[in-house]
Antibody
Framework: VHLVESGGGLVQPGTSLRLSCAAS????????MHWVRQAPGKGLEWVSG????????DYADSVKGRFTISRDNPKNSLYLQLNSLGPEDTAFYYC???????????????WGQGTTVTVSS | DIQMTQSPSSLSASVGDRVAITCRAS??????LNWYQHKAGKVPKLLIS???RLQSGVPSRFSGGGSETDFTLTISSLQPDDIATYYC?????????FGQGTKVEIK
């Protein structure tokens, strides 16, 4: 079971970025998927989650209206579109697998290595 | 949103000591509580789900307990490999909030 994030980088405030997460080793469309971030010197912060079929999604208040989560099940891929980025979004972004049922929807049992997003002028 | 409060924020203990980390939810979450271990430079690892269900491959010195609003992660005999920051996370509702973390060090 493997998750590999990509798409991070150094960007200016106000700009956009799209993160990707490639999944392998499990039946992707049977699991919820999430994004979690860790700002420098801070703890883990759940960012967004998406159900197995894409019907249900949610966001942390800190990113609601700016970030969009999506998935392409045939491509075994998860995405996070980050718009209107600010310095407060500077963080290490992890892709994580949730559970296959509603009771363990946000129990994160597999994590990717992460990708760094730095927002600075 | 459900707020998760961990204590202590850090602790230092000797090898072989029994260590306990507590996590309190701002409302009842039944047993929808997970514990993660995050070592420096590594990926977070799920240790315990459902408040007390030890994940496969996790040493038996780790245990979890509690329900409703109060939960505990216990390390029965602290080992050098346990140096990490530990996070609780509620999976009862969204957003799936984490506690602020407890940094565990060896004295």
């Amino acid at each position: 079971v493997h998750l590999v994030e990509s798409g991070g980088g150094l960007v200016q405030p106000g700009t956009s970025l799209r993160l990707s997460c490639a999944a392998s080793g499990f039946t992707f469309d049977e699991y919820a998927m999430h994004w979690v971030r860790q700002a420098p010197g801070k703890g883990l912060e759940w960012v967004s989650g998406l159900s197995w079929n894409g019907d249900y999604l949610d966001y942390a208040d800190s990113v609601k209206g700016r970030f969009t989560i999506s998935r392409d099940n045939p491509k075994n891929s998860l995405y996070l579109q980050l718009n209107s980025l600010g310095p407060e979004d500077t963080a290490f972004y992890y892709c994580a697998r949730g559970g296959p049922t509603i009771t363990d929807y946000s129990t994160l049992d597999v994590w990717g290595q992460g990708t760094t997003v730095t927002v600075s002028s | 949103d459900i707020q998760m409060t961990q204590s202590p924020s850090s602790l230092s203990a000797s090898v072989g000591d029994r260590v306990a980390i507590t996590c309190r939810a701002s409302q009842t979450i039944i047993t929808s509580l997970n514990w993660y271990q995050h070592k420096a430079g590594k990926v977070p690892k799920l240790l315990i789900s459902g408040a007390s269900r030890l994940q496969s491959g996790v040493p038996s010195r780790f245990s979890g307990g509690g329900s409703e609003t109060d939960f505990t992660l216990t390390i029965s005999s602290l080992q050098p490999d346990d140096i990490a920051t530990y996070y609780c996370q509620q999976s009862y509702g969204l957003p799936a909030t984490f506690g602020q973390g407890t940094k565990v060090e060896i004295k």
